[in-house]
């Protein structure tokens, strides 16, 4: 019960930072960090990922409402959502993970960082890729996903920082 | 069929995947398509109540802005309505006829509560809506030039078609020629848009004053775009001419919405036409 009470709050709260702070940022007038995929990052891992494919998706659609995106962002989330359990069992390199027990911000730092990593700049290259659907454009998606990417995935770690001090 | 099902239920997660790719997908493409209802638009009850929220603090950043836009503004009508009093014409003589002040344009005000610019298909909302008389498909521009086209509406709300998107074309022409263009953006810099479809015959040199053309029901003419910065020719045409906008796109405050009156009558014309 605490955990659904918890996962919401970050739901709801992640739209709200990302609509009203995060995308006002423009830095360099094009980069905006998108840290709502903090939340695929943190949900509790379970054997039933159906859930948070349907969350995922919800999660980018409501993103999409606001920036009159279409699908685009819907897109990315359940792409890294259903990516998200193959690549943590291939990052940890053993078959078996307590699925209970597990908790993200528990992994050796340096496989969290390639976790985050990873998911991140796939996201921001579906994201991008489907935004500018160009083939000429190859250079634009490259070099917005990977700035992009380097802004969210710092924000992402001193989040993630924040979250657990607050716990201890 | 047993192999059927056992295939989704040792797949259901991969299949469930699809799914919801497709529908995204779908909707990317139905928002990517002109002219279609769409359903992921931030003109709804939810989205645009919280923006206007945001705006409401974010206005106050900007008030000085807008105050300047706005006395800007002002002198300007007053110089052009000064400058009627000096025609003796109207003095002297009294003219009776109702045909002559038959109103062609309307204008109503809005705030602009969401600005685009950094994407490709960028988009607006604004807090006026169907409640206002606000439909899909009219003008909005402000006092230093155009800002975009309506495009989805609801109860309080609207969405705005920047000129700032891949999708949109408007009509334009030239201050001191007769000869007509369109206006398109290439998706790289908010400030300059590119001036399409201009015939080799017209004589224009950087810095010529781009107004538009009033060739469409959408907007009257001679509202102010931008000026000439840059012409590329090729094979003896205009391969590219880059225009920079009078209005900054990042930084808009109050705005207007055009309705034609003489829209309706115009658009059944042109359908029999289309129809014979």
Redesign the interface.
Known sequence: MNDIIKNSLLFISLILIQ??VLNNI?FL??I?PLLYILFIIVFPLRRD??LL??LS?AL??II?????????N??AT??IA?LRLPLLKGLMRKSEIDFPVFNVSKLPFTTLIYFIAILTFTHHLILFS???FKFSEIPIILSRTILTSIFTIILIIFSLLLMNKSKS | MQQIISFIIKY???L??LL??I??????????SFHKS?F???A?V??GG??KK?NNFKEYTNLRNHNNQLLDENVRLKNRLSKQFLDSSSNSITVIDSVKYLQKYSYTPAKII?N?Y????N?L?INKGIVDGIKPDQGVINSSGIIGITNTTSNNYA?VLSILNENSNINVKLLNGLHYGTLIWNGKD?NILQLDDLPIQANIKKGDTIITGGKSTIFPEGIPVGSIIDIFRENNSYKSINIKLFNDMSAIGPVNIITNFDKEEINKLEENLNNE
């Open positions: 609509i009203i423009l007038g094009y905006n990922r159906g494919l349907i998706f980018g659609l999409d409402f606001f920036l009159d995106s279409g699908g685009t819907a897109a359940v792409g259903y489907i935004e500018y | 259901k997660y991969f469930f995947f919801l790719e529908l995204a997908l779908t909707f990317t493409i139905q928002s990517h769409k992921v638009n931030s709804n939810f989205t919280i923006y945001i969401n685009q950094h994407k490709k298909y988009y909302t969405t908010y």
